[in-house]
């Protein structure tokens, strides 16, 4: 497989050429424009793959800090088992964990990050990522409203159902 750079250059190559020829397959190499193209299509795939881990990594930050956070002043009871083992020992054992789970979540993701599953996979990763930040910000509205001063049902009602 070539590199990004190589891909990149063929695929403007490929635009620019203006002889018509189809693409053959010759003893199962394949030949021509679509090789170059599906190598192009390829390397750009590689790279939102990159970029999705990225950012899966960004949100796995901010969930074990707010877990952290939360965990510390108490308004956090993990219902994860091993999770809350981790926790009750320190935070040193909780980052070891998340940040082992995520690696070893995002290494196949990277390893074959040229095919089309390991970006779907990314994108619901992130997507399930995403969500679990959202439902932090309304965790800490609530314990920064009741923290603030009481809170009635007809308040809590109102922010559990997401308006401000």
């Not at 190559?13 to 090789?35: H, K, M, N, Q």
């Not at 599953?117 to 969500?131: K, M, R, S």
């Amino acid at each position: 497989m070539p590199t990004p750079a190589q891909a990149d250059s063929e695929f403007v190559s490929w635009l620019s050429t203006s002889s018509p020829t189809v693409p053959l397959e010759l003893d199962g190499i394949r030949c021509g424009r679509l090789a170059s193209f599906l190598d192009w299509v390829a390397a750009a795939r590689a790279h939102r793959v990159l970029v999705l881990v990225m950012a899966i990594w960004l949100l796995n930050a901010f969930d074990l800090t707010l877990t952290i956070f939360a965990h510390q002043q108490g308004m956090l009871h993990e219902q994860n088992p091993v999770a809350r083992e981790m926790l009750e020992a320190g935070v040193l054992p909780i980052m070891l964990y998340k940040v082992g789970l995520v690696f070893m979540g995002s290494y196949p993701l990277l390893k074959f990050r040229a095919h089309r599953i390991c970006e779907l996979g990314a994108l619901v990763v992130l997507a399930a990522y995403a969500l679990l930040a959202v439902r932090w910000s309304t965790c800490y509205e609530l314990y920064s409203l009741s923290a603030s001063d009481s809170v009635n049902l007809a308040e809590f009602n109102l922010i559990n159902r997401g308006f401000p």
